[in-house]
């Protein structure tokens, strides 16, 4: 039986404007009170943003059939998606003003499979350390139980934003 699903998003381009206009929380902060658009991929797939602080994240997402690969479970780049953005944001939620970032390296584990059954899941980001130009940040999958789905760490590089 053939299924479909439809989802909408905001214009990728406001968003992109406001980085680096704040500090990396004040931008993470903007898009969870819905003032800056999210970006297109959340709404792809259907994970949000749902905690920010300094240095720490949480994405969630209701994993579903149309998440699966060939062989009944959520597919690993789905995991890896919500990884690196974890990862990602909380490293961007320690930038200054005028300052962005771009992921360097993931690396991810996965540890047990996910299904449609597993429920809402939990990606959990923070920084592990960070430095003048590099950051490392690790990110967790839970589920309801608090059982880690899959672990990752990822390097990222802070570089200046040109400015307008």
Same mark, same amino acid.
């Given at each position: ?42 709404? =792809? ?111 990222? =590089? =802070? ?6």
């Amino acid at each position: 039986m053939e299924r479909s699903r439809t989802y909408t998003w905001e214009d990728p381009a406001i968003s992109a404007a406001a980085v680096g206009q704040g500090s990396g929380l004040e931008f993470l902060r903007e898009i969870l009170a819905g003032r800056v658009p999210a970006a297109p991929i959340g709404a =792809m797939l259907g994970f949000a943003l749902e905690e920010v602080e300094h240095g720490r994240v949480v994405f969630s997402l209701e994993p579903g059939e149309d998440h699966y690969n060939p062989i009944g479970s959520v597919h690993g780049g789905i995991f890896a998606t919500m990884l690196d953005s974890a990862a990602g944001c909380a490293v961007h939620s320690t930038l200054p003003r005028g300052t962005g970032y771009t992921s360097l390296d993931l690396t991810v584990k996965f540890l047990r499979p996910i299904t449609a059954d597993t429920g809402k899941v939990h990606a959990v980001g923070r920084v592990v350390n960070s430095g003048r130009r590099t950051a490392l940040a690790e990110a967790q999958l839970f589920d309801a139980a608090d059982r880690l789905l899959a672990h990752a760490t990822s390097t990222c =590089m =802070m570089l200046p934003l040109p400015t307008a």
